[in-house]
Each structure stands twice: as C-alpha cells, then as structure tokens.
C-alpha cells in the first residue's frame, strides 16, 4: 500500500531540493531545471508559490530517489 504524498509549495520543494545538494542548472520559461552533482535532476515550475499536485510531487521524488516518508522526515529538519 502506498504512502500518502503530502502537499507542498513549491517554495518548500525547493527549498528541499538545495538541502539535497541540488542545483539550479537553467530555466525554460517557468520551469527551472536542477541538478545533483551524482547525475540525478528534475524539473521543477514556478508558477509563484501554489502547490504541486500530489501526483507531479511522486513524480519529482522519483526523479530525486526518495521516498514519501523521507520527504517527511526531511522537512521537519528543514
């Protein structure tokens, strides 16, 4: 069974994704494109502060390789 994916801005994702290491490579109109130094990237939309549907933030933990509960865990540190 699967974990529920919580809803967040994408203020915070972004905010996880420099916690990660993640970095700002380029930006195509609204969408900014980042990249970990070990090869992983995603793509991230900044349409101002709304919220990521639940199944494009699965998507984008994917994409990093974490999972629902380490997303969790890690915004309680950050």
């Known amino acids: 069974m ?8 994408v203020k915070i994702l972004k905010k996880l994704l420099f916690y990660l290491g993640f970095e700002a490579k380029r930006q195509s109109g609204s969408h900014v494109f980042y990249r970990h130094p070990n090869g992983r990237f995603t793509t991230l939309p900044h349409h101002g502060n709304q919220e990521l549907g639940r ?24």
């Open 55 to 78: 199944s494009l933030i699965r998507q984008i933990l994917r994409e990093i390789d974490i999972t629902p509960e380490e997303l969790t865990e890690i915004l309680k540190k950050i």
């Open 2 to 9: 699967s974990t529920k994916v919580l809803i967040v801005k």
